[in-house]
Every structure is written in C-alpha cells, then in structure tokens.
C-alpha cells in the first residue's frame, strides 16, 4: 500500500463531533464547558471526546485508551495517526521522536507496533523572555519524571530507545577534530518527528548526485505553546561551522526580520495562524 493510501485509510477513521469549518474556540458554549472540565481537572477527557473512532480492531481502542491517559499538549487523535503509521512500519523501520517532552508522541509510536522506536530530548526550559514565575529547573525535572515513569513501564528492551541528550548532539556526533560529522541518511519510508520552535536548528545536506530528494513535511500547531507561554520568532537560517560570513550575514538578517516584527506588528505567518 503507497503513503498516500495508507494515510487516507488512517484518516478515514477519525471524526470529530464538529464541522470542519467551525472555530470552535470562539463558540460561547464550547469555551464555558471547557472551563468547567477545567476546573475539575478533566479538560483533557473532554477535549478528547470530540474525537470519534470507527471501524477499528481492539487493540486500537486500548491503545487509545492508554494514550488519553498521558499529560500532552496534542491531540488524541494526532497519536492515533502516529501510532497506525508506526503499526505499519516493520522490525527493520525506525521511527524517531525529537522532543519528547512527558512521552506522549514517542509512546504513540511504541504501543502495540513491531518498528523500532527512539526518543530524543534533555528536557531544557527557557523562560527568560517569558513567563517568569516558571521555574526551569522544576519545570525540567517535573517533565523528565514524568516522562521516565511512563517509559520505564512501556519500554521493550531493544527496541525502545531514549537519548537524554540535547538533539543537536543526537543529529551531529563531531570526530574529536570536529570536522566530519555522523548525519541521519534520507532514506525511503524514514519518518522524524520533531518539535519545531525557536531553538530547533535543523538542516539537510545539498543533493550531489542527478537524482532527486523528495521530503514530505507536514506541521501540525498546538493549542497551547510547548514554553507555556505565548512567543513569536521568525524563521531563522544560519550558515555551517565552516561559513563564517554566511553565519553572520545570517545572523543579522535574523535580528533585523525579527525587530521588523517586533517593531510594527506585521508578520505574514501570524495572521495566517491566528485565521486558523
């Protein structure tokens, strides 16, 4: 079966208790139940509610199950499709999750599914241009506990795999000279999952051959910010280790975009967000 029919089938059985074109957050009835699910700590279940599920096996049901019971930001749905993409994937496969947070994606990608499955994060918060009255070292260590707790009781030994690491160490593992780094080859059928945000730096080598390289990204936009508070930046671009000039031409047109910004307001991609 291709991707594309493979993930019409996974779409095909998910429905939601609303219309597609309907902003639900500016519905007056909607807002005050999930105020009052809130207030009794069952926000979650509610908002997990408007998610149907048809014609799926048993397992799915208790994969699900077990999903709604993790603390995350996404949507139930979201690791519904993780999960059947993975279910999909053989022994050989290797589904990769960067930023993990408290688990719920990579957990998504290990319950009831034969791929090998890798996590990556070191649970770093960065509040200073933010919410203040957070603390990063407890908010890191709430999430690394959290996380570990529920890893450690889902895990399979070798093939579950989790990397306390920051994940530009994952991705670039330097020689001791620094010159020749260890990439993640673009293969067939390879899925990455990671957080993009303001300090996501990634980066795909230049195709050196006649063939072509074809890359399906697909980004998916939370509710509530993964910092806990709201922020904005614009994409950025830096040159390598070896572009000292790109890296400061690159650096300077990131600070002058982002006080453009900041200055007048304006950014293309905050209201295309906000019409969502």
């Known amino acids: ?59 799915d049901f208790n994969t699900i199950e077990k999903l709604s019971t993790i603390d995350t930001m996404s949507k139930i749905s979201i690791g519904f499709l993780i999960n059947q993409i993975c279910k999909n994937l053989d022994s050989k496969k290797v589904y990769l999750n960067i930023g993990v947070w408290k688990g719920f994606s990579m957990f998504a990608g290990m319950l009831n599914t034969k791929c090998d499955v890798y996590g990556v994060d070191n649970f770093s918060f960065d509040y200073e241009d933010g919410n203040s009255s957070l603390n990063n070292a407890i908010e890191e260590s709430k999430a690394r506990k959290y996380f570990f707790e529920h890893f450690n009781n889902l ?56 063939l072509s390289r074809c890359c399906v990204s697909n980004y998916y936009f939370s509710e509530s910010s993964p910092r806990k508070f709201e922020y904005y930046h614009v994409t950025s671009f830096n040159g390598r280790p070896n572009e000292p000039l790109k890296r400061m031409y690159s650096s300077m047109d990131n600070f002058l975009r982002y006080s453009f ?16």
Do not use: A, C, Q
Not at 162 to 189: A, G, M, Q, T
């Open 1 to 59: 079966m291709s991707n594309y029919l493979l993930v019409n089938k996974i779409l095909s059985k998910i429905e939601f208790k609303i219309e597609p074109n309907k902003n639900i957050r500016k519905e007056y009835l909607y807002r005050i139940k999930k105020n009052f699910y809130k207030l009794i700590n069952l926000e979650k279940k509610f908002v997990d509610s408007l998610t149907v599920f048809k014609d799926i096996e048993e397992s």
């Open 155 to 210: 895990k399979k030994e070798n093939k579950h795999f989790f990397y306390d690491i920051d994940y530009r160490k994952f991705f670039e593992l330097w020689d001791k000279k620094v010159i020749k780094p260890l990439k993640i080859p673009s293969k067939f059928n390879r899925l990455v999952v990671m957080e993009t945000g303001d300090h996501t730096w990634h980066s795909v080598d230049k195709v050196k051959t006649d």
């Open 261 to 276: 910004v900041k200055l007048t307001g304006f950014s293309r991609g905050k209201e295309k967000t906000r019409k969502v």
